[in-house]
C-alpha cells in the first residue's frame, strides 16, 4: 500500500475530527465542559503530531516523487479520487500544521474562556483542514480543503477577536473567497483540458502557452492573496490584530503557507511557460512588499501589526526565491517559509504572553522588561533575532539562499531583496529595545509575571527549532532536495521544449 | 396510444387527495394532524408506486414517464413531505392548523408531478395552472392576517400576468408549427435556419412565462412580497418543491421541443442568468426581514441554476438537476431555523432577532452555520458541489463571461450569508427562542447532515443526475 502500511495521510488528516466529535459530546457544566474541550483538543493533537513524526521517520528523500499515495475512487463519472499523497515540498508542512496545533492549544489554556468547547472543536476542524489541503494529490480535494480552511478561521477571528473583529474576519473571509473562486474556475479549466483532477497527471500535462497565463492569473489571484503579495495584503494586519493569538499563530504559521506552497504545487510545475511570463511581475510585486512593508511595520504602534507587515515582508523573500526557478532559489523559498513558519508564529506567542497580563498590544506602554521577566526576554531576543536573520538561527538560511538564487537571475533584484534583510533588522531590533529595555517606569509592569511552566512547554519546542534549522539545515533542506531538484529539472526542459522545436524547424 | 397506467402514481395521489378531503370535511374539527398524516401517507405510497412504474409516453403524447420525470418528481415529494412536516407546529401555534392545508399542499403536488412529465404545451399549460392554483390559496392561508392575504393576491394578479404571457408564446408556437406536442415540434424545429421571426418570438414568451415561475429576474418583482406575507411553511414550500418543478418544466421544454433553437434562445438565458444572480445578490444584502432575504437568496441561487441550462448540453442539465437536490435540502434547513425563530409563542422574522443564538441555542446555530456556508458555496458542504457542476458545464461550453460573474456574485453573496453568521454568534444577544418543537428539530437535523455528508458519497445522486439528463437533447 504505502512506505507506512496503513493510510498514515488520511488517519493523521481525519483524527482531529474524531477528538472533535469527543469534544461535541461531553456534557456537564460549563467549567467540565471547558476542561474535557481543553484536554482533548490537547491529546488528539499530540497523537497527531506523534503519528505525524511517522512521516519524518519513513520519508525516503531519495525519491523525488509522491509518497504514502492512497487512492480511493470518489466520483468515477469525473475521473476525481480521493488522492493523497506527500512529496518533499509537503512533507515538513504538514508537521509545521501538527506542531503548531497543540501549540495553539496550550497558548489558549487560560486565554480564552468563552465558549471554550467551540473554540478546541475549530482548531481541530482546521488542523484537518490544513493538514488535509498539504496532503492532497486531486484538485478537487485540494480546494475543498483549501476553502474548508476559511469556515474555522472565520470563527476564530469573529467569536473570539478583539473589537473590530467583525470588520477584520469579514475582510479576511472576502478577500480569500475572491482569490479562491478564480481559482475554481482555472481548476475547471483544467479538469476539461486534462480530463481528470489527478495532480500527479496534471503535473505532466502541458497546456498551451496562451492558456497558461490566463490559467496562472487565476492561481496568482488565490495564491497572492493567501501569501499576501502587495497590493492584496490589506486583510492580514487587521486579521492578525483582530485575531486571538493562537488564531494569529495559526495564520501566520500556516496559512500564509498555502499561498507559497500552491505557487510551488500548482503554477510552476504545471505552467512553466506562464510562470516564466509572469516572473518579472511577481518580482516586481516582491520587491515592494519586502521594501515598502518593512517601511510601514517601523512607523507602527501595535506588536500584531507590526510582525503581520514584517510577515508581508518576509513572504516576499518567499516569493522572489520561488520565481527564480533554481535550486538554491525555490530551496530558500521552502526554508524561509518553515522558518517563517516556527518564527513568525512565536512571535506572536510572545506578543500573546505580555498581552495575556496587561490586555494592551500598544509598544508605548511598555519598556523595560528584562528586569521583571529575565526568561521572557531572552526567549523573545532568539525569535527576534531569527526574524532578522542571524547567522545560527533559521532565519539566515532562507534568505540567503534566496538572494543567492535571485543573484542568478539579476544582481538588482538580489540588492533589493536584501535590503528587507537590513529594514527588518531596524524594526525588529527597534521593538526589542522598546519592549525590553529602557526604564521600568509604569506599576503594573513591575508586576509581571515572567513566564510560567505552561508557556516555557509552548516555546522550548519552538526555540529548539529555530536553533537546530539554523545550525543544521540538512536534516530539512534533505527532505526536498530531490522533489525541487526534479521541479527545476521540468521547469527548464518544458521551457526548453519549444524553443529546441523552433531550433528543429529551422 | 392510451397507456394509461403510466400515469398511476399522480391519479392515486389525486384520488387520495379527494379522499382526504371528503374525511377532513366530514371529520371537521381538530383533523388537521390526522389530515397531515394521511397526506404524508399518500405521498410515500406515490413514491413508492412511481418507483415501480415503468418508462414510456402515454395519452397520444401529453404524458411521459422517464429517469428525468422519476428524479425529479422524488425531489418534488421530497419538498412536499418537508413542509408538511414544517407545518404541523407552524400551523398550530398560528391558529391555521386546517385540513385544507395539507390537501392543497398535496394537489399542487400533483401538478408539480404532471409538470415533471408534461410532453405537451397544452398539458403543460394545465399542470402549471393546478400547481399555481392551490399555491395562491395557500399564500393566503393565514386569512386573518393582511399581509398573508396581500401575498396571495399579489401572487394571483402577476401570476395571471404570467400566464397570459405564456398562453400567448404557446399560442404563436402553435400557430407557426402548427403542433403543440414536443416530439412533433422537435422534428418540426430540425433546422434553426427555418425558424421564423414569430416563432422565436414565440419561443420567448414562453421562456418569459416560466422565468416568472422560477422568479428569475428581471421577472422576480413578486418573489420577496409574497415570500415574506405567506406563513413560514408556505415560503419554504414556494422555495423548494414548485421551483424545482418549474425548473425541470423550463428544462425540458428548452432541451426537447426546442433544444435544436440553442442559438436562439441561449443568449436569452445568459442574460436571465446574470441579471438573477447579480439583482439576487446585491439586494440581498440590504434585506433586514430573513424571509425576504432568502427570497433573494432564491433568485440567485436560481440564477446559477440557469448556468447549467445556458451551456445547453447534458452535462449542463445534470449540473441543474443536482443543484437543485442540493438547494431543496439546504433550503429546507434554512426554513426550519426560520420557522423555529418564535419567542413566546410569536414568530420572528428580522434578521436581527437571530442576534446571541451562538449562545442561547448553540445546536440549531450551528446548523445555520452549516446551512449559510453551504449556500455560500463554501466546500465541503453541499452548496459547493452544487456550484461546481454548473461552472464545470459552463467552462465546458466555453461561456466564459457567465462563468467568471457567477464566482464573483458568489463572493459578493457570500457576504450576506456571513452576515447571519456574524449576527447569531459576534451580536450581543437577546432572550432564548421557544424551546424547538421536535418536527423543526428533526427537518434541520436530516438537512444538516446531507449537507454536511453529502460530499462523502455523492455518486448515487451523481449518477441519477447523470441518467436523468441523458434522456432530454435526445
Known sequence: MNAAGFPILSLITWLPLLGGIIIMCVRGDEATVASNARW???????????????????????EPGFQFVESVT??????????MGVDGISVLFVLLSTLLTPICVLASWDAIRVRVREYMLAFLVLETMMVGMFCALDFVVFYMFFEGVLIPMFLIIGVWGGPRRVYAALKFFLYTLTGSVLMLLALLAMWFRAGTTDMTVLLH?????????????????????????????????????????????????????????????????????????????MFALSVVAVIYTSAVALAQEDMKKLIAYSSVAHMGVVTIGIFTFNVQGISGAMFQMLSHGIVSAALFLVVGVIYDRLHTREITRYGGLVHRMPVYAVVFLVFTMASVGLPGTSGFVGEIL????????????????GTGMILGAAYALWLYRRVIYGRLTRDDLKAMLDLSPREIAVFAPLVLLTFWMGFYPESFTSFWDASVGAMVEHHQAALAAPMHLAGLAR | MMNWPIAVPEIVLSVCGMAILVFGVLRRQGSALICTMLCLGAFLLTAMLMLSTASGIGYSGLFVVDPFSTFSKLLILSGSVITLILSLDYNRTHLIDRFEFPVLVLFATVGMMVMAS??????????????????????????????????????FVLSSLSFGLLLYGISLVYGFTGTMEFARLAHALTDPATATAGLVVGVVFVVTGLAFKISAAPFHMWTPDVYEGAPTPVTAFMSTAPKVAAVVLLLRTMATPFGHLLVQWQQLIVLVAIVSMIWGTLAAISQENIKRMMAY????????????????????????????????FMNAGCFAVIIAMRRRGRALEQISDLAGLGRTDPILAMGMVIFMFSMAGIPPLAGFFGKLYVFLAAVQAGLWTL????????????????????????????????????????????????????????????????????????
Open chain 2, 118 to 155: 408534461a410532453t405537451n404545451l397544452m398539458t403543460l399549460y394545465l399542470a402549471l395552472e393546478l400547481q399555481s392554483l392551490a399555491i395562491y390559496v395557500l399564500a393566503a392561508f393565514a386569512r386573518d392576517d393582511a399581509r398573508s392575504s396581500e401575498a396571495g393576491l399579489k401572487y
Open chain 1, 74 to 83: 470518489w466520483l468515477p463519472d469525473f475521473h476525481v479520487g480521493y488522492r
Open chain 1, 40 to 62: 482533548t483538543a490537547l491529546w488528539t493533537s499530540l497523537i497527531v503530531l506523534v503519528l505525524s513524526l511517522v512521516l519524518w521517520a519513513r520519508f525516503d528523500t531519495g
Open chain 2, 403 to 474: 462563468a467568471i460573474i457567477g464566482v464573483l456574485t458568489s463572493v459578493a453573496g457570500a457576504f450576506y450569508y456571513l452576515r447571519i453568521i456574524k449576527v447569531m454568534y459576534f451580536d450581543a444577544g437577546g432572550e432564548a427562542f421557544d424551546p424547538r418543537p421536535p418536527s423543526i428539530s428533526l427537518v434541520a437535523a436530516a438537512s444538516g447532515v446531507f449537507t454536511v455528508f453529502f460530499f462523502v458519497f455523492p455518486a448515487p445522486i451523481l449518477s441519477a443526475a447523470q441518467a436523468a439528463a441523458g434522456v432530454l437533447f435526445g
Open chain 1, 402 to 417: 534566496v538572494i543567492i538564487g535571485s543573484f542568478r537571475v539579476s544582481f538588482w533584484l538580489s540588492l533589493l531583496g
Open chain 2, 297 to 328: 437568496s432564491t433568485i440567485g441561487h436560481i440564477g446559477y441554476a440557469l448556468i447549467g441550462l445556458a451551456a445547453g448540453t447534458p452535462a449542463g442539465i445534470r449540473g441543474v438537476l443536482i443543484y437543485m437536490v442540493i438547494y431543496v
Open chain 1, 205 to 281: 500535462t502541458s497546456f498551451p502557452p496562451a492558456m497558461q497565463d490566463w490559467l496562472f492569473f487565476a492561481f496568482f489571484a488565490s495564491f497572492a492573496v493567501k501569501v499576501p503579495m502587495w497590493p492584496v495584503h490589506t486583510w492580514l494586519p487587521d486579521a492578525h490584530v483582530e485575531a486571538p493569538t493562537a488564531g494569529s499563530v495559526i495564520l501566520a504559521g500556516v496559512l500564509l503557507k498555502m499561498g507559497g506552497y500552491g505557487f510551488l504545487r500548482f503554477s510552476v510545475p504545471m505552467l512553466p511557460q506562464g510562470s516564466a511570463d509572469f516572473a518579472p511581475f
